[in-house]
């Protein structure tokens, strides 16, 4: 049974960091690509950052590079996300989630997703 689990999540002053880790377990962690989206209230799932198989190509959405780190421990089978200088705007529902083959950014290209860890930047 494949499960993903979040953890990190929390409540933060803008400016903050935050570390978000995602443990994976029953899937071939080595070979998925692994991302990581967020949901804020009333709006849709979106993706925020990717990291291919072997760690060497990362994408990030705009709002987020250069303050968000995405990487990968294939021997711990975790992906995590550095979040600096955080801003109110990246308050949402943040979500990991794995698929394999090809990088994808649409949330409807993974099946596996993880339960999700609220992040919440206060100004």
């Known amino acids: 049974q494949v499960q993903l689990v979040e953890s990190g999540g929390g409540v933060v002053q803008a400016g903050g960091s935050l570390r978000l880790s995602c443990a994976a377990s029953g899937l071939r962690f080595s070979t998925a690509v692994m991302g990581w989206f967020r949901q804020a209230p009333g709006k849709e799932r979106v993706y925020v950052a990717l990291?291919?198989?072997?760690?060497?190509?990362?994408y990030y959405v705009d709002s987020v590079s250069g303050r968000f780190t995405i990487s990968r421990d294939n021997v711990k089978n975790t992906v995590y996300l550095q979040m600096n200088s955080l801003k109110p705007e990246d308050t949402a529902v943040y979500f990991c989630?794995?698929?394999?083959?090809?990088?994808?950014?649409?949330?409807?290209?993974?099946?596996?997703w993880g339960q999700g860890t609220q992040v919440t930047v206060s100004s």
């Open positions: 989630a794995a698929r394999y083959g090809i990088m994808k950014t649409a949330p409807s290209e993974y099946a596996l």
């Open positions: 990291i291919s198989s072997d760690g060497g190509h990362v």
